[in-house]
């Protein structure tokens, strides 16, 4: 039993189902770990939600209002410090968007450094990861997209889209899974694990129960989305990506519910300092408590606020360093155009630039010479063609801000 909070907001606990577990015959599991994992174990049986009642304390409450209101501050702060008419308000919700993807991702153990989640973008990455963590971006937006519609439809295709380059999930994403689901240190079998998911014929009914909890509208959003991720975690309704997909689920509540207008909020930075403590929470969830996954969210959207701030005065920063870098060029110059797109881009190349400014090769080429000549942009390759050229300052920016969590 791990420890609960203070004060607890009791829920009922998952029930119990025991079943026997044979290692398949053509496992290639040794002898002694098909005898290890060999045996009966219990799965879960979630309790339903759509119709839960929760009581939360005083203290909670007044934590989950100040979680909420920095949400809220740091959407509103976006737009006040970039001016809701720029053309840098674009990419910079775009670069809070792909960390909190990458934040998300490294919860799973899916590390990329920010460079090469930009060539990933330009399908220039030779990174496994980086492919990985770009399918979870787009996931993210797929969540964003759905808000307005949440329902078993909108999970699965956000599963599909997470998963569809993910090699050998080609033919299970957007699908609810099949077979049992368990969270341990073995692939053997569910025998010891930390948790085992539901049966596979209980998860529609429970994905139903979820859609309809989600729905209400008597719930604060950040408790909502928090019981939410917790009763998906434990559902755990596909074979893989049930922790991106969760994660991307509370950014769709979110917005659904108007915590969020334009901006992607870190919450996984937040959840990502201590994640120990995610865990543990989503299993004192699983044994009748609500009260810490609350508390973690309610912490992670605080930690969001703050770090998220202090990443859009630095990227703000370099903006107007390369507009002074560039006051030189003529004010229709595509070179002055193609600066904004670079904080949601920080590594570009030629058809890069084209697609963003809507012009021919030439015009392109002409822009990132000018922000070479200017410092803005440095060509790291060192070939004659298929050059690829960077915004060193966000990339630092960017790594300084995945440090901060670890230091943290």
Known sequence: MIPLSSTPVPIPP???????WAVPDDSPASRADRERFTGSYESAIPAPIADLGLFIPASLAADVDEATAAIRDLDGYAQQRLGPESAAAGPM????????????????NLTVGARQLALAELEESRSENARLVVSNVHAMEAALRLANRLDADSILEMHRVLMQYARGWEEHAGRFRDELVWVGT?????????HVAPQAELVPAAIDDLVRFVAREDIPPIIQAAVAHAQFETIHPFGDGNGRTGRALVHALLRGKGMTRSTTIPVSAGLLTDTQRYFD???AFRE??????????????????????????ELDAVLIDARTRTAHLRADAAALRLIPALIGQPVINVKF??????????????????????????????????????QEDVIAALESFAQRIHRR
């Open 14 to 20: 998952v029930g119990r189902a025991r079943a026997f």
């Open 353 to 390: 630039a084209r697609q963003a400014l809507g012009t021919n090769d030439m015009t392109a080429q002409r822009a990132i010479a000018a922000l070479v000549d200017a410092g803005v942009l440095t060509e790291r390759t060192g070939l004659r063609r298929n050059r690829v050229y960077q």
């Open 288 to 313: 009748g408590d609500a009260a810490p996954i609350i508390e973690r969210l309610a912490f992670a959207s605080r930690y969001a606020s703050i770090s998220g701030r202090r990443l859009i005065d």
């Open 186 to 194: 073995s692939g053997v079998g569910p025998v010891g694990a930390v």
């Open 93 to 108: 919700s775009a670069i809070l968007l792909r960390t909190e993807s990458a934040s998300s991702s490294q919860i799973e």
């Open 281 to 283: 929470a989503l299993t």
